[in-house]
DNA sequence: AGCACAATTCAACACATGGTGAATAACGCG
DNA sequence: CGCGTTATTCACCATGTGTTGAATTGTGCT
């Protein structure tokens, strides 16, 4: 019985491996995190050498951030958010980031996101993309006051609530409907929005 | 010139080796995490060999467990919020919280524990640990009904808060006073705790 | 048919890691 | 003084890492 697969050289096999490698290496990214993650383990994920990884998307760093592309742009998913204005603004805005997580699509990149929060390179994309690139325009464009203090504070409950429910899985919070989870958060991130400050 | 210092054996200059390492080892996990610190980038920060960690402390795990250990028992410091009944329960809980992050002693091996929360062991000491074993009972004794869906509500806003505050330093959370900040998430808090359930 | 090119694997390098074991120097106690 | 014990470093080992480069095979174009 001769070996009929060759050992070196083209194996036609896979219909797209880049798309196969991008998706294996959002699952561990999303799974393990970034140094949780190695690049022959994606490449096991995927089926092929480690060094194809390499071949199709260079180094670690830029594979990690081609697997946090995000399909479309956050922003103009909460659009409709400001268009309203305050009034109902926290539930509004709750509910985006509800579907936005619930998306298949955006899960994976999301998750690979928020679990390197807390490593250097994510702490940077939160601190400098995600609060001052998103949050902050949608509190100006709210016309809240001081929205430099209102989008952090409301921050701090969005980010926990993520954390909980999608990234540590904590019951009952995670099993909850988006229904309820809409009707607790909901009054606490408009306090936040338009309650009092000290 | 000859070489004074001796090579190997004994070098009688550190007072106390083992509490350098342990103090070094504290630093070190809480401000880069336990995957992104090396046992011997620990002994490097405390003036001595890699092998002598090992040697006082066993495995790199072993370590990472002495290193998180508190020096007081937290649910001690949580007794009398308990003992006052759930009224005002969320401004003396948020107090405690911020007493405790406050207390340099107990600062880092928070931090510590923090940073891990995401990794699979951290996650083990959230899910396992925190809540079961600190929140859940105070949710008990204060006989609020549904604990077991108070609790973790609330958990979602204070973890939050502390990731904001204490391991991202995100301004204007993380600078702002004490009080500013029992008068802004008190109330919700407290609405986790005695307010509407869906 | 022939040839360029893309896809893929293999072998290897340089490096960092956690851990082990032996060697050596100083201390404390008799 | 002598001796056991402790503190400490050094030299390795096995392993896993990201990355590189060469080798090989298939595809498609002319």
Same mark, same amino acid.
């Given at each position: 019985?001769?070996?009929?697969?060759?050992?070196?050289?083209?194996?036609? =096999?896979?219909?797209?491996?880049?798309?196969?490698?991008?998706?294996?290496?959002?699952?561990?990214?999303?799974?393990? =995190?970034?140094?949780?993650? !190695?690049?022959?383990?994606? $490449?096991?994920?995927?089926?092929?050498?480690? !060094? /194809?990884?390499?071949?199709?998307?260079?180094?670690?760093?830029?594979?990690? /951030?081609?697997?946090?592309?995000?399909?479309?742009?956050?922003?103009?998913?909460?659009?409709?958010?400001?268009?309203?204005?305050?009034?109902?603004?926290?539930?509004?805005?709750?509910?985006?980031?509800?579907?936005?997580?619930?998306?298949?699509? /955006?899960?994976?990149?999301?998750? $690979? /996101?928020?679990?390197?929060?807390?490593?250097? !390179?994510?702490?940077?994309?939160?601190?400098?993309?995600?609060?001052?690139?998103?949050?902050?325009?949608? $509190? &100006?464009?709210? =016309?809240?006051?001081? #929205?430099?203090?209102?989008?952090?504070?409301?921050?701090?409950?969005? &980010?926990?609530?993520?954390?909980?429910?999608?990234?540590?899985?904590?019951? #009952?919070?995670? !099993?909850?409907?988006?229904?309820?989870?809409?009707?607790?958060?909901?009054?606490?991130?408009?306090?936040?929005?338009? $309650?009092?400050?000290?």
């Amino acid at each position: 019985m001769t070996q009929a697969t060759p050992r070196r050289g083209r194996r036609p =096999g896979a219909p797209d491996t880049r798309a196969a490698i991008l998706a294996a290496a959002r699952e561990l990214f999303a799974a393990q =995190g970034y140094a949780g993650t !190695s690049v022959r383990s994606i $490449g096991a994920a995927a089926g092929v050498d480690g !060094s /194809l990884v390499h071949h199709y998307f260079g180094t670690k760093d830029d594979l990690f /951030l081609a697997a946090l592309e995000l399909p479309v742009d956050p922003r103009e998913m909460l659009a409709d958010v400001v268009a309203l204005g305050p009034d109902g603004a926290g539930e509004r805005m709750l509910r985006v980031f509800l579907a936005v997580w619930d998306d298949p699509e /955006l899960r994976l990149p999301l998750l $690979g /996101l928020a679990r390197n929060m807390l490593e250097p !390179s994510g702490h940077r994309l939160l601190t400098e993309g995600f609060l001052p690139a998103i949050l902050q325009p949608i $509190g &100006v464009a709210l =016309g809240v006051d001081r #929205p430099e203090v209102r989008m952090p504070l409301l921050a701090t409950q969005v &980010v926990g609530l993520i954390l909980m429910r999608y990234l540590l899985e904590v019951d #009952p919070i995670a !099993s909850m409907p988006a229904e309820d989870v809409v009707a607790v958060f909901a009054p606490t991130i408009q306090r936040y929005l338009t $309650g009092p400050l000290p």
